[in-house]
């Protein structure tokens, strides 16, 4: 037991703290307030982070720091020769989380199983929409509805899953945040007291650390799970200190108001590096940011158009400015280090001129367009304003003239989603399991269209391919098929692809047994500080 070493500013946060004086505490600058607690019903990662990486267990999960699949709540599986039916073995003796708010009165099971995933499959179970406007985006971008004939218990501890086709990349997407068990004997109290959404709010499951209080926009505690079925963390305290100004969580790090900090300000890493008391990890992130045109409202119903906008802005100067050499422009939706990349690709060039000839081809004249920019910093796009701004500018010397608009980030992401979108928005994605598939079919496919895919991009030329690919197992063939999709996906220009950034998480020197992920997560499972 260790004195806590860190001075906490936050009236809130030394409030929530005030009872673990004397544990070993880690606290994260985390950038945002999750959007609530179900991983099963966000795609930000922030709420991943809040929620999935932190409470919930998955049946196989990512071993640290990379794509690799490693047993988790599922000692083992088996998967028939025609890639249909997956068997899984659970391990037995795993607890559920004892909590203020429920005491477990059994451990894991095959139906805490089936109830977790068939939730998310459209069934007119109520828990299908539990939360008021709340879908399963993830799940229905992942086309799981169409994918999964059943989920059968053959007993307590065996569950299985029978697939309508085969699904290469199905193993890596139950490893993924939104696949997270939950429990039914707290889902089946919850809905028998009227209180379904209180599973939104305080949430509870296997995971190495037990939700303890959350206070919107300031703070959330957890405590290390003393079940945990990998054994307790080092960590007795885990608090996320919410701070969304990146400039504000770099001084607070500098301070040692917290350990760790996600997506710092280019131009704040050069002095992070420098300060002996801090170290600073750094990888190529799994990414891509881009700007969805809504393909489904004039005029960016014409590709002539969607190549006029790509062609008018300047991406070498946004990434100049936003990334200050982290990043390098985008001409592809998968980053270059994901097999199955396309280097044959040329990008739209930067020619204003002929992006004027294009627009006056598609017979658009005085178009007024609004550039939706992200409140919020990512790794793959830290300042969504200032790149808004020069595309803003950009534009006007084309005669186009943009509206900047932005909204909260949780009305961001749904607001995005919506068909009916007016103008272009800013958005990105870290790759969740080192698959292809996660941004071809997960972003682009047909499946996702009011969900994922916010250009509402739907051509079966390409989802065709995507679709192909998913259900081989030869990487080789695969591999054909992604790069012939990336060539459709060039030619019709639903996004400018804008950038591919490098990651870097900044954190006092005295922390230990933390990962880089490159699914973009932050993980505090098997991570330790040191007095």
């Not at 002095?271 to 801090?278: C, S, T």
């Not at 534009?395 to 103008?423: F, H, M, N, P």
């Not at 990105?428 to 071809?440: R, S």
Request: include cysteine; charge should be negative; charged fraction near 25%.
């Amino acid at each position: 037991m260790k004195k806590i070493s860190v001075l906490l500013a936050v009236t809130a946060l030394a409030s929530v703290m005030a009872t673990s004086a004397w544990s070993k505490t880690l606290v994260y600058c985390s950038e945002s307030s999750p959007e609530g607690f179900d991983p099963g019903l966000y795609t930000g990662g922030n709420t991943f982070d809040a929620s999935s990486r932190t409470v919930y267990s998955r049946l196989v999960e990512f071993k640290h720091g990379s794509t690799e699949i490693e047993p988790g709540l599922a000692e083992s599986w088996t998967v028939s020769p025609d890639g249909k039916e997956y068997i899984f073995k659970l391990r037995k003796g795993v607890k559920f989380q004892t909590t203020d708010f429920f005491t477990p009165t059994r451990d894991l099971n095959a139906d805490d199983v089936i109830f977790s995933i068939s939730r998310q499959l459209g069934s007119d179970s109520p828990w299908a929409k539990y939360v008021a406007g709340g879908t399963y985006e993830y799940a229905d971008g992942m086309g799981f509805p169409k994918l999964i004939k059943s989920i059968d218990k053959v007993d307590d501890l065996t569950v299985k899953f029978v697939l309508n086709r085969p699904e290469a990349p199905f193993l890596a997407d139950l490893a993924m945040d939104f696949a997270s068990i939950l429990s039914k004997e707290y889902a089946d109290k919850l809905q028998a007291d009227g209180k379904m959404e209180q599973m939104n709010q305080q949430p509870l499951g296997t995971g190495a650390f037990t939700f303890v209080a959350y206070q919107p926009d300031a703070v959330i505690r957890y405590k290390a799970n003393e079940t945990y079925f990998k054994g307790k963390e080092k960590i007795d305290d885990l608090v996320f200190a919410i701070t969304p100004d990146a400039s504000v969580r770099a001084q607070k790090l500098k301070s040692g108001e917290c350990n760790i900090m996600p997506y710092p300000n280019a131009a704040d890493i050069k002095d992070l590096k420098a300060d002996k008391n801090l170290k600073v990890l750094e990888q190529a992130g799994l990414n891509v940011s881009y700007l969805a045109y809504n393909t489904l409202v004039a005029p960016f119903d014409k590709v002539e158009v969607r190549k006029a906008i790509n062609m008018a802005v300047n991406k070498q100067a946004i990434v100049d400015a936003v990334f200050q050499g982290s990043a390098k422009v985008a001409t592809n939706p998968i980053p270059p280090t994901m097999w199955s990349y396309n280097k044959d690709i040329k990008d739209d060039a930067f020619n204003p001129e002929e992006a004027k000839k294009l627009l006056e081809k598609a017979g658009v004249k005085d178009l007024s367009m609004k550039i939706w920019a992200m409140p919020v910093s990512r790794p793959y796009m830290l300042n969504a304003r200032r790149a808004a701004e020069l595309m803003q500018a950009d534009l006007a010397k084309i005669g186009v003239k943009a509206e900047i608009v932005t909204y909260d980030w949780a009305q961001y992401l749904k607001l995005s989603s919506a068909k009916d979108r007016d103008g272009a928005a800013i958005l990105g994605w870290t790759g969740d399991n080192g698959d292809p598939d996660n941004f071809l079919d997960t972003l682009l496919g047909c499946d996702a269209v009011g969900g994922n895919n916010r250009a509402q991009w739907c051509n079966k030329e390409f989802d065709d391919l995507v679709k192909k690919a998913k259900q081989t197992a030869d990487v080789k063939e695969r591999t054909k098929l992604y790069e012939e999709a990336q060539v459709i996906f060039k030619r019709e220009a639903p996004w400018m692809t804008i950038d591919h950034s490098e990651e870097f998480i900044p954190m006092t020197k005295n922390v230990s047994g933390y990962h880089q992920d490159p699914v973009g997560v932050h993980r505090f499972d098997g991570v330790d500080i040191a007095e």
